[in-house]
């Protein structure tokens, strides 16, 4: 079978032997997870715009099997747990760079097959177990005993600024406004029609769950662009705020003038009479 199971123990958190904090289980996890995933994209020839494939998804699929004591050791299995292992495919090749995270976080160094979507979400993950408050990871390759552990990483050592973006990449954040329309909350992806009819996707937005309350709203979105023949087509980790339009914008009720309204009696200033006469004539004909 090409799944692979993995233990991760924790030292240092804050709870009890065997346990964790859902909060920090959920934030440690969607990292790991997305992570996985821009790996399997990588290697699937899909790191452009769109939804990843069926085969993509599920070879990059992290499953909790088991949280035990001993610290606090997480279990997982990556991968499809239901195909074939072949040696030289991508599965193995997803698995294969999977735990060259764990070998890049306890050195502070990128990989040199890191594309910027992958150093990012490896950021992620050093940030949430940091924040976690665990005092290191060790990984280990296969779950229950005995465990083979191949990465010890010291969270105290951990470089932050190893995964953010390059300075050219920082200096392309944008902001938009338009309309928040598609969404699959479940990959954090959404689409955003600006006042011209262009669609730009949102990939890995922030507080999915504010950005769900936005759907069919007026929003400002801001985060690093994504460029293809120098027109966006894509914001990465943008946060997604509504749009609050200015007063002025709107009829004041109280004038009694709204849409199909009558006009306001009065002269135009710069413009005499007889030339809004002759103006009016003309397009009558």
């Given at each position: 079978m090409s799944s692979r199971a993995y233990?991760?123990?924790l030292e240092g958190l804050s709870t009890p032997s065997g346990e964790i904090s859902l909060r920090d289980l959920a934030n440690i996890a969607d990292a790991l997870q997305l992570t996985a995933t821009r790996i399997a994209r990588q290697i699937g020839g899909q790191t452009g715009r769109g939804?990843?494939?069926g085969a993509i998804d599920r070879m990059s699929e992290l499953r909790l099997s088991g949280i035990e004591s001993g610290s606090t050791v997480l279990e997982m299995h990556l991968?499809?747990?239901g195909s074939l292992l072949l040696p030289s495919g991508d599965e193995?090749?997803?698995a294969e760079r999977f735990e060259e995270v764990f070998v890049a976080l306890a050195t502070n160094s990128s990989p040199s097959w890191a594309d910027a979507a992958v150093k990012a979400a490896i950021g992620k993950v050093a940030y949430q177990v940091r924040a976690s408050g665990a005092k290191s990871v060790?990984?280990?390759?296969?779950v229950g005993e005995p465990l083979t552990p191949w990465q010890v990483v010291d969270v105290g050592s951990f470089d932050l600024r190893v995964w953010r973006p390059v300075e050219e990449r920082d200096t392309d954040r944008i902001t938009m406004t338009g309309h928040l329309d598609k969404v699959d909350l479940r990959a954090r992806r959404f689409r955003v029609r600006d006042d011209v009819g262009h669609d730009v996707t949102l990939e890995d937005v922030v507080d999915v769950d504010a950005a769900a309350q936005l759907i069919g709203k007026r929003v400002v979105a801001s985060g690093v662009a994504?460029?293809?023949q120098g027109r966006v087509i894509r914001i990465i980790e943008p946060v997604l705020v509504h749009e609050v339009l200015p007063a002025d914008w709107f009829v004041d009720s109280g004038t009694g003038v709204g849409v199909g309204g009558a006009v306001v009696p009065g002269a135009i200033t710069g413009i005499a009479?007889?030339?809004?006469d002759d103006f009016l004539a003309e397009i009558r004909g």
């Open positions: 233990s991760f123990r939804r990843s494939t991968g499809d747990s193995e090749r997803v060790t990984a280990y390759r296969g994504e460029r293809e009479d007889r030339e809004i």
